[in-house]
């Protein structure tokens, strides 16, 4: 059975910094990304990372201040959030793609299992 658990939100001041944890059981994914919504924007993709090319790929508003990386011995996908801004503020979502691909995946259509969600509040 396929399970991802997200952890390490939090309420935190502008220019703080958080990482966020995913746990994985049940199988291995090529892809693995971070989403984030809130009331206003919708879900959208903030980090990718494709484990056939070992390749990321960041959206342009946290690129330079977020980092996605994945420890294979445990399982686990990161998202290290550097300088936190309040427009951070989001619900942050792990995700996992079943897709065979070396193309980057940034719709949220394209993954097939997500986390519960963790909550990121940044205040300034």
């Known amino acids: 059975q396929v399970q991802l658990v997200e952890s390490g939100g939090g309420l935190v001041q ?10 994985t059981s049940g199988r291995a994914f090529n892809t693995m990304a971070w989403f984030r919504q809130d009331p206003g924007k919708g879900r959208q993709f903030v980090a990718i990372l494709n484990t056939l090319t070992n390749k990321t790929y ?28 309040p427009e951070d503020t989001a619900v942050y979502f792990c995700a996992a793609s079943l ?5 980057v995946l940034i719709s949220a259509s394209d ?14």
Request: charged share 15%.
């Open 14 to 23: 502008a220019g703080d910094s958080l990482r966020l944890s995913c746990t």
């Open 111 to 124: 993954y097939h299992y997500w986390g519960q969600g963790t909550q990121v509040t940044v205040s300034s």
């Open 99 to 103: 897709k065979y691909t070396i193309v």
């Open 58 to 85: 960041y959206a342009d508003s946290v690129k330079g201040r977020f980092t996605i990386s994945r420890d294979n011995a445990e399982n686990t996908l990161y998202l290290q959030m550097n300088n936190l801004q």
